[in-house]
């Protein structure tokens, strides 16, 4: 029995230990309200830009936050000013969300 309590208040101060010394790593710092991180960030490649309608056509890989896979499709933008800002063939990193019921781009920047 005292080895079990031995081994139980080690492991008890391994973990306090390993607590504290994570409380002292600088935090990541976390995305904007709203927005995801870089590293959930889709590629893509602008297709099409329909100004009229404020969609942009985007070949894109997987979509985390969709939970979807790579594919062409058209999306709506949060922000109509990024449609003059990108023309047909641009390489971006963007995401989407569902918002009132359809798939618009929330965030989107130029690819590195």
């Known amino acids: 029995m005292p080895k079990i309590r031995i081994s139980f208040m080690a492991a008890l101060a391994a973990l306090a230990f390993a607590g504290a ?6 935090a990541p710092q976390a995305p904007a ?7 959930d ?11 009229d309608n404020k969609k942009l056509t985007i070949k894109h890989g997987p979509l985390k936050s969709l939970d979807m896979p790579g594919m062409t499709m058209v999306f709506g933008v949060s922000d109509e000013s990024v449609l003059d800002r990108l023309q047909p063939g641009d390489r971006v990193r963007f995401d989407a969300g569902k918002i009132d019921g359809k798939i618009v781009v929330t965030r989107i920047e130029p690819a590195r």
Do not use: F, H, M, V
């Open 41 to 51: 960030l889709s590629d893509g490649e602008i297709r099409k830009i329909d100004k």
């Open 21 to 26: 010394a994570g409380a002292q790593s600088p």
């Open 33 to 39: 309200a709203g927005q995801a991180p870089a590293s």
